[in-house]
């Protein structure tokens, strides 16, 4: 993705965003990532020529940047409703533009890589000898974790360069 647009659009969302940001909870602009929210307006910015859903979530995300005080200190069906419509938008850049969280790939192969390498090491020493079972597991574990932060890593250092981080 080229950032040869001027991104005036996000430039004026981000700008709204700081004229409401006094009416919002300091606890509440970290805790609903309202800075992602400004990052997503500057990649909608630059999609939006080539994507029609990405030009039509330009009106909803400067209604959520305008409304933002009123839903994120207002009801809790409010609140649930920011979290709608901002996920709607992350799903779409996610799915149909391949964009990532920060970090998202280290964590999910981490996963992974622990849970098979402990089911696979587990496996072995159950069938090899029962007594060293809790080593196989714990081996298991350390080297599929190992193994996944690097391929996760590796992935992620992909989508940072492609930038194509959240």
Sequence with gaps: MENKKLNVWSKQIKDIINTKIDLIHKKDYK????????????????????CQVCESFKTEIKTIAE???ELLNGTVNKRAEYEKRNEIIINHLKQNHGFSYKDYFTSFFSFIGFTVGAAIFGSL????????????????F?????????VGRKKDKLQEKRQLIF
């Design 125 to 140: 020493m159950w069938f090899i000898n029962k007594e060293y079972l809790f080593f196989g597991l714990f081996v298991g």
């Design 142 to 150: 350390a080297i599929g974790l190992i193994f996944g932060r690097i």
């Design 31 to 50: 805790f609903y990532k309202i800075d992602r929210l400004e990052r997503v307006a500057e990649v909608i910015d630059n999609l939006s020529d080539n």
């Design 67 to 69: 409304t933002l005080p």
